[in-house]
C-alpha cells in the first residue's frame, strides 16, 4: 500500500472509487464532477490517496475553505484492511496544522452536519 498526496492525475481513478461504494452512494453521479475534485484538490484543501498495485483503492480530501470533510472513500473490495483509517488520520493531522477551526462532515449537502 502506497499513501501519498493526490494530484489532478489521479481524478480519474477517484470517481472510479466514489462511485464504487455501496453505502452513501450518489443519486446522480454527475453531481460531483472534475472540476469539482480540482478544486477541492488545488484551492479549497488537499487530498490523499491509497495506491495498490498502481491503482486508487481509497481516498480522503479535506475542505479547509469549508471546514469540512469533503470525501473518504474506500473501494468496498479493499475495506477493512486499515486503509480509511490511515488516509482518516492523514487528513485530520494536515487539517488540524492548519486551522484549529471545527471540522465538520455531512453525507448530503443541505442535511444536518457532524462536528467535530
Known sequence: MIFREATIEDIKQIQ???????????????????????EFLTQRGKGWVCEIDGEIEGFAIAD????????????PNFEGKGIGRKLHDTMMN?????????????????????KF
Open 64 to 75: 479547509l475553505e469549508g471546514n469540512n470533510i469533503w470525501a473518504l472513500f474506500i473501494n
Open 16 to 38: 472510479i472509487v466514489r462511485n464504487l461504494v455501496k453505502e452513501n452512494t450518489l443519486s446522480n453521479p454527475e453531481l460531483i464532477t472534475d472540476a469539482d475534485c480540482v
Open 94 to 114: 494536515w487539517y488540524f496544522t492548519n486551522t484549529k477551526k471545527a471540522v465538520w462532515l455531512s453525507t448530503e449537502p443541505n442535511t444536518r452536519a457532524e
